[in-house]
């Protein structure tokens, strides 16, 4: 029995010592009260007219692929969480930590509509204080598939296409609801570094990412191994009168020279 005592009491002085383990139990403290004063005061610092600005696209039938690509890549426990993935935070900053720089990313996917919808770029802490209070707004106004739908259609995917709608007729001039399984990875690929990952201007450095997006879809078990490998395969039709950003900027060089 005293030896057993003993052994609890070397293992607690063990998990005290642990740097990351005291770490983590801050983090996770520091998160809890950040919650609350959330709940708190989020209401206070932001209007339900703001929010009514934006307007979930009714007659958008965005295909489940599109949806599982998205999740797989940007947000893996987007239907877990209430806008703050908590864990991904902590996740990020031990990383971040060890490797000396910002190597990995906490922000959900309502945190990016957050953003793109009413905040500019600036770092300050104030709008990052803004960026959490509408993320908790909207997660209280919409469904977790009304938030999707609104991400989709305000982000940015190049070449001047903002929304997915303007992006799948710019690439590949269909429908949302009509793209494939290797065409929705596309989507979800390009939004990482539009101008680098355009299919439009850098075709296989767009397929490389598309390729990690089906990789990560297929371990998050959104596809199987056959359907991975088949849409790895499938050559993507881009259309070819797409006037791309660098066609229209060299456009504009040539005039104002002549």
Same mark, same amino acid.
Request: glycine share 4%; hydrophobic share 40%.
């Given at each position: 029995?005293?030896?057993?005592? /003993?052994?609890?009491?070397? =293992?607690?002085?063990?998990? &005290? !010592? ?6 983590? =139990?801050?983090?996770?403290?520091? /998160?809890?009260? !950040? ?15 703001? #929010? ?7 007659? /958008? ?13 940007? @947000?893996?426990?987007? =239907?877990?969480?209430?806008?703050? @993935? ?10 971040? #930590? ?20 009413? /905040? ?24 977790? @598939?009304? #938030? ?21 007729? !710019? ?5 949302? %609801? ?9 989507? &979800? ?8 990952? %355009? ?26 191994? @056959?359907?991975?490998?088949? &849409? ?27």
């Amino acid at each position: 029995m005293k030896e057993r005592v /003993l052994s609890r009491m070397n =293992y607690h002085q063990k998990v &005290a !010592l642990n740097p990351m383990t005291k770490f983590f =139990y801050k983090a996770i403290i520091l /998160l809890l009260l !950040l919650s609350c004063t959330l709940l708190f005061v989020g209401n206070v610092m932001i209007e339900q007219s703001d #929010i009514s600005k934006l307007h979930v696209p009714a007659k /958008l039938e965005v295909p489940e692929s599109l949806t599982h690509a998205f999740i797989a890549t940007e @947000d893996k426990r987007f =239907y877990h969480h209430n806008g703050l @993935d908590y864990i991904a935070i902590v996740r990020a900053s031990v990383e971040n #930590i060890k490797a000396g720089g910002v190597v990995q990313g906490g922000s959900t996917i309502t945190q990016q509509l957050s953003k793109n919808a009413f /905040l500019t770029n600036e770092r300050t802490f104030s709008r990052k204080w803004k960026e959490i209070f509408y993320t908790k707004k909207i997660e209280r106004t919409f469904t977790k @598939d009304e #938030i999707l739908k609104l991400y989709v259609s305000n982000i940015y995917y190049g070449e001047g296409a903002w929304g997915i709608e303007k992006a799948a007729n !710019l690439y590949f001039g269909k429908k949302v %609801s009509q793209l494939t399984l290797a065409e929705s990875a596309m989507m &979800a690929a390009v939004v990482k570094a539009p101008a680098y990952y %355009s299919p439009a201007q850098n075709y296989d450095k767009a397929v490389e990412r598309r390729n990690v997006v089906l990789r990560l879809m297929e371990k998050e078990g959104y596809i199987n191994h @056959d359907e991975y490998v088949q &849409a790895v395969s499938e050559k993507l039709v881009i259309r070819h009168d797409i006037k791309t950003e660098q066609s229209m900027l060299n456009s504009a060089r040539e005039k104002a020279v002549s």
